[in-house]
C-alpha cells in the first residue's frame, strides 16, 4: 500500500468561527493549533499545510486559572540595548486581547515556514464583528 500524500490542488479548507467567550486559554489555544496544522483531518500530513482557517471571536473575554493574571509576563525587546518591554497578563488583556490568544498559539506550532503559513490562517478579534462574512464560516464548538 503507498501512502498518501495529499496534492495541493486536493486539500479542501473550510472556515470556522469559535467564540472564545468564557474559554480557557491554553485550552482553547490547543484545539486552535490542533486545526490549524490539520489533525483533525483524515488526510493529515507533518510536511504539508492541511488545516482549516480559524476565526476567534470574543478575544477579550478569555479566562485563564489562578494567579495567571498578575504573575504571566509577556517580554518584547525593541532591539536597542537594554529596551526589553515586560507586560502581565492583566495589562495585555487590556491592550491587545488578539495577541494573547496569538502567542499562545504560536508556541504550539512547528517553528519554521509551515509553521508561519499555519498561523496567518488564524484570525483574532475583539468583540463579535469580524471582516470575513464572506466566507460563511461554520460555527464550531469547541
Not at 470556522?16 to 500530513?45: M, N
Not at 478579534?125 to 460563511?136: C, I, K, L, M
Request: aromatic share 4%; charged share 30%; net charge positive.
Amino acid at each position: 500500500m503507498k501512502t498518501f500524500s495529499p496534492k495541493a490542488a486536493e486539500i479542501r479548507r473550510d472556515w470556522y468561527l469559535v467564540d472564545a467567550e468564557g474559554q480557557t486559554l491554553g485550552r482553547l489555544a490547543t484545539e486552535l493549533a490542533r486545526r490549524l496544522r490539520g489533525k483533525h483531518k483524515p488526510q493529515y500530513t507533518p510536511h504539508a499545510d492541511v488545516g482549516d482557517y480559524l476565526v476567534v471571536i470574543n478575544a477579550e473575554k478569555i479566562r485563564v486559572t489562578g494567579r495567571k493574571l498578575k504573575d504571566k509576563m509577556y517580554h518584547r525587546h525593541t532591539g536597542y540595548v537594554g529596551n526589553l518591554k515586560s507586560e502581565s497578563l492583566e495589562q495585555l488583556l487590556q491592550r491587545a486581547p488578539e495577541r494573547v490568544l496569538q502567542q499562545a498559539v504560536k508556541g504550539m506550532l512547528p517553528r519554521n515556514p509551515l509553521g508561519r503559513q499555519m498561523l496567518s490562517k488564524l484570525r483574532v478579534v475583539r468583540g463579535t464583528d469580524h471582516p470575513h462574512q464572506a466566507q460563511q464560516p461554520l460555527p464550531l464548538e469547541l
